[in-house]
């Protein structure tokens, strides 16, 4: 879980995944907050691995990725500190991982209620599709930040994650897929911010549709990065 300034909603959020998956194991990224969501975060009982600066979701992602890697773990997945994810769809995403090494939690595949307007859904759209001929199979929501990895991504993560905007979800997937690692979706639904404001407005989803096209060009044209499979490990 990775957090930036989330006391308001964090405690919350970590209360409600402990307790709908008791069985797992849950770390928090804080990146380099200055609020007390490291404090509040081990208090609610997670584990935290504290940045000492605000490296971005990629960063802090990666960071996790490689904690995830350093402790032997088979399957990790990625979840939103501000209670958007609802918890009990993380063993359907983590199901996805039987068929595919990396598994999205779709927002946009027949499930919930969750709807995006204007640019931002445009340029979602316009990403599913290219995305979907690169994969060989259909994605309709590729921005998602709700997704889990195998051992295989975990270690493809480790070695390429960038922390460029955008790069969490845009250019960490098609890097993965040129590597030769397959994905996969599920649907889930996706509930509002518990705490906080939403960044969307006009304009930025405005930047939002040229940015992402200009990552997803950026990042075909990077040289590819092939890797074993890994063995062994734990959840």
Known sequence: MPAWNEEEVIGSTIRELQ???PAYDLLVVDDGSTDDTSRIARAAGASVLQLPYNMGVGGAMRAGF????RLDYDRAIQVDADGQHDPRDIERVLEGLAQADISIGARFAERGTYKAKGPRRWAMGMLA???SRVAKTRLTDVTSGFRAANRRAI???CR?????YLGDTVDSLAMAL?????VTQVPVEMRERQAGTPSNNPWKSAIYLVRSMFAFFISMTRKRI???DAEGGHE
């Open 66 to 69: 490689k904690y995830a890697q």
């Open 226 to 228: 092939s890797l074993n």
């Open 160 to 164: 390429y994650f960038p922390a460029e």
């Open 129 to 131: 599709g290219m995305f």
């Open 19 to 21: 307790s709908t998956m």
């Open 155 to 157: 270690a493809q993560y």
């Open 178 to 182: 040129r590597a030769g690692l397959s």
